[in-house]
């Protein structure tokens, strides 16, 4: 198996991760409470031959470059599965105070396409959390990951990768002080998620692939939308594994999960069975797919398991006190013994992450490696029933949502040569 590089992961980001991931509960995740409504009669952000979205890694996240409005202004967001909306932040915040970004501030009133949403707008009134009692500007308030966020609900011209179209979005123009620092660079967000104002609700497309490269600087990722959404095996390598219905979570007001689901029903370590379903079969565990937190979690029966084949398969005994955020880290370790972890989903597609993909470098550069899945405990105790699988463990598999049939498949994948 060779020697683990250790990897560059930037600890304080995971740090930041796992601390959001305390405070937060995932269905106080990003924009929980944002933007939904019906799809836009004029959303064209696919174009027939389906978009492509390059993607890039930016501190400890897979970022996406974009821009909005006439004549076009640079912006680039975190790409988050679950998000409700798109995002970025506008230059009102002048007065309220901006969160550090890497580009100049989406300047609104140097758009001649921009407009802001008016309070009887029916765009306006889908939103839950719409604040009107300012102008006749549509304002909404939604919580991230990071903090809250305070915007006005906007339409422009958008242009991500090879797809343009006029798209709603939030124009951020105040935010909870944690935010600053936390967002590290990308000026907002792009959410994928289930509901009718993320990007893949907006651009109505029937399927959309993400294919997440090694993390790391200079290496592309790349998000697929509508045609261009496929599997270069075309699925054979793994049978679909069914989305669970949006209503299976209960989440929200209105109805809504922006959650991409499914459920596992095993999981092993070499030989060992860390998570299997009783003899009658079913599911150990609702897992949810993330591409923001970089971590995976996993029930703390089949995690307390996990950590003892590790331990075993390394023979050394791990460090008293792990850095944070991990649970479980090793000094000198030789990482050649420990198998492969392997993921059963429901309808039988597997997912094999190698030691290579779940244990890390620290970070510190001197040789300590540690387990980058953690016990769900924790998360809040509202998500023990959930496991999230983290971007780390969904390098260099391309998945691919299919919307219609409602299900997930996915291969391994060379992501950086996909585009
Ligand atoms: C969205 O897609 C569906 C089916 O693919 C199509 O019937 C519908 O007209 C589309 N709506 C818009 C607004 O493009
Ligand atoms: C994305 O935009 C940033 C500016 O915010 C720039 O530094 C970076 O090179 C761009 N990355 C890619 C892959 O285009
Ligand atoms: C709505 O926005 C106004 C400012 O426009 C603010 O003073 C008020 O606190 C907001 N209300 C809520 C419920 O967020
Ligand atoms: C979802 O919520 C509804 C109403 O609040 C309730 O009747 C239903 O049993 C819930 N479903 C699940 C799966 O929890
Ligand atoms: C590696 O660095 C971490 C953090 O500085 C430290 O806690 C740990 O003891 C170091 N390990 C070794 C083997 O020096």
């Not at 909005?68 to 932040?89: F, K, M, N, R, Y």
């Not at 094999?352 to 490696?369: E, F, H, I, Q, R």
């Not at 969904?394 to 299919?402: A, I, S």
Request: negative net charge; proline residues 7%; hydrophobic residues 40%.
């Amino acid at each position: 198996m060779g020697s683990l590089a250790p990897m560059q992961l930037l600890v304080l980001c995971l740090i930041s991760v796992t601390t959001c991931a305390a405070a937060h509960g995932l269905r106080r995740g990003l924009d929980q409470q944002g933007m939904r409504g019906r799809i836009l009669a004029d959303a064209t952000a696919a174009p027939p031959g389906g978009a492509v979205v390059p993607l890039h890694w930016s501190g400890a996240r897979y970022v996406a470059n974009f821009t909005i409005g006439t004549p076009p202004q640079a912006v680039s967001g975190i790409v988050d599965l679950s998000g409700e909306l798109v995002w970025t932040q506008c230059a009102a915040c002048r007065s309220s105070g901006c969160f550090k970004q890497e580009l100049p501030v989406f300047d609104p009133s140097a758009s001649n396409t921009y407009r802001a949403e008016q309070c009887g707008s029916p765009l306006c009134k889908s939103i839950p959390t719409r604040n009107c009692s300012g102008d006749g500007e549509c304002g909404y308030e939604a919580p991230s990951m990071f903090g809250d966020t305070f915007g006005i609900a906007s339409t422009d011209a958008i242009a991500i990768g090879n797809a343009e179209g006029r798209l709603a979005f939030g124009c951020v123009v105040a935010s909870d002080g944690s935010i600053d620092g936390a967002m590290d660079g990308p000026s907002g967000f792009v959410g994928l998620g289930r509901t009718p104002w993320s990007l893949v609700g907006q651009s109505n497309v029937t399927a959309f692939s993400y294919c997440l490269a090694p993390h790391g600087p200079g290496k592309k990722s790349a998000l697929f939308l509508g045609a261009s959404a496929k599997l270069a095996g075309a699925g054979k390598s793994n049978p679909p594994t069914p989305l669970l219905g949006q209503h299976a979570s209960n989440t929200s007001d209105d109805g809504s999960d922006p959650y991409y689901t499914v459920q596992l029903e095993g999981i092993k370590a070499g030989d060992v069975a860390v998570a299997a379903a009783s003899s009658g079969g079913g599911a150990i565990t609702v897992l949810q797919l993330e591409t923001f937190r970089p971590l995976s979690y996993l029930p703390d029966a089949a995690y307390q398991a996990l950590e003892k084949v590790v331990t075993a398969a390394l023979g050394s005994p791990s460090m008293a006190n792990p850095p944070e955020p991990f649970d479980l880290c090793f000094q000198n370790a030789a990482v050649s013994g420990v198998p492969d972890l392997v993921f059963t989903f429901q309808g039988g597609a597997t997912l094999t992450a190698p030691p290579s993909k779940y244990l890390l470098g620290d970070g510190n550069g001197n040789g300590t490696v540690c387990l980058s899945i953690l016990s769900s405990t924790r998360l809040d105790s509202a998500d023990d029933g959930v496991s999230i699988l983290g971007s780390l463990l969904q390098e260099n598999v391309h998945f691919l949502f299919d919307l219609e049939k409602e299900t997930l498949s996915f291969e391994p994948a060379d992501c950086s040569s996909l585009t």
